[in-house]
């Protein structure tokens, strides 16, 4: 049985209908999907205005594209993260979006929710901080102008070669593919695209290059583990308040949760559970040997 014909999985459904609290239970992969499309529709339904190289652009990119001299002596930091969820050509918008459509949900699957956040915005962010530092040397001659998605696409593409090396897909939708062979050619790609001048592409190999760090060293868990409160924090410290400690009782683990927790870490591994759900799963084992 496929994990989506799980009862737990049936439970989160809708029905069918749609609600704005329903959002909420969507995936990020699909949010953000939503969230680059209306901004695409709504920059070129504003009016144009110059700009630069780019040549006459909707107000949104041209207040949320990434330069160097924007981000570091103007101090519009804000183009860092801004600049991700900007795109002026539909075709690029196409493939980014097609592309988080179908990796997105199954890294988001493996990473869990809120680090699969994290991941994506550090890929694109980390992709642009590099091309600025490397492209003084790699393109001289070219102004680092960054917009869109493809960093943080890149990112993604990485990852699935990582935790699916193994699994196929159809490349173009014709050519049988593992994911490991998909991230090398897309790396090739990348750098065919850099050697012709293209500033997009040197963010988008800085972007691979920060995803594959933040996987193989595990660097994200632990940004994760530095800034997320502890699973096992309930309140203050139990000296000063020790009949609220002494009288807090877990809620007991249900079959239903166990038993997904435990197939999640039979298919990605025990690195793909969040902190909530490792506490879960401690509490579940400390239930059963006091049973």
């Not at 989506?4 to 990020?28: K, L, M, N, V």
Request: hydrophobic share 45%; aromatic share 10%; proline share 6%.
């Amino acid at each position: 049985m496929g994990i989506y014909d799980r009862e737990y999985y049936q439970d989160d459904q809708t029905g069918g209908q749609f609600s704005f609290r329903s959002i909420a239970q969507w995936p990020w992969s699909y949010r953000l999907i939503g969230l680059c499309v209306v901004l695409f529709f709504v920059d070129h339904l504003l009016p144009t205005g110059d700009g630069g190289r780019l040549g006459d652009v909707g107000p949104l990119t041209i207040w949320g594209l990434y330069t160097t001299p924007l981000v570091f002596q103007s101090g519009q930091v804000w183009r860092l993260l801004t600049h991700l969820f900007v795109e002026i050509n539909p075709q690029v918008l196409l493939f980014s979006m097609v592309t988080l459509f179908f990796f997105g949900p199954m890294i988001e699957n493996s990473m869990g929710r809120v680090k699969f956040l994290a991941y994506y915005i550090l890929c694109g962010v980390g992709g642009a901080l590099l091309a600025s530092l490397v492209a003084p040397v790699l393109l001289p001659r070219t102004s680092l102008i960054l917009w869109g998605t493809i960093g943080p696409i890149m990112g993604l593409i990485i990852a699935a070669g990582i935790y699916h090396a193994s699994r196929t897909v159809m490349f173009m939708f014709v050519i049988p593919m593992t994911m490991r062979n998909l991230a090398i050619l897309s790396l090739v790609v990348d750098l065919a695209y850099v050697l012709a001048g293209s500033p997009q592409a040197l963010a988008a190999l800085g972007a691979a290059a920060i995803g594959y760090l933040l996987i193989q060293t595990n660097a994200l868990s632990m940004l994760m583990d530095r800034f997320a409160p502890s699973p096992g924090w309930s309140g203050p410290p139990s000296i000063k308040l020790p009949k609220i400690t002494a009288a807090f009782t877990p809620k007991p683990v249900s079959n239903d949760e166990l038993d997904r927790l435990l197939e999640k870490v039979h298919e990605h591994g025990i690195g793909s559970l969040t902190h909530a759900e490792k506490s879960i799963l401690k509490r579940a084992s400390k239930q059963r040997r006091q049973s």
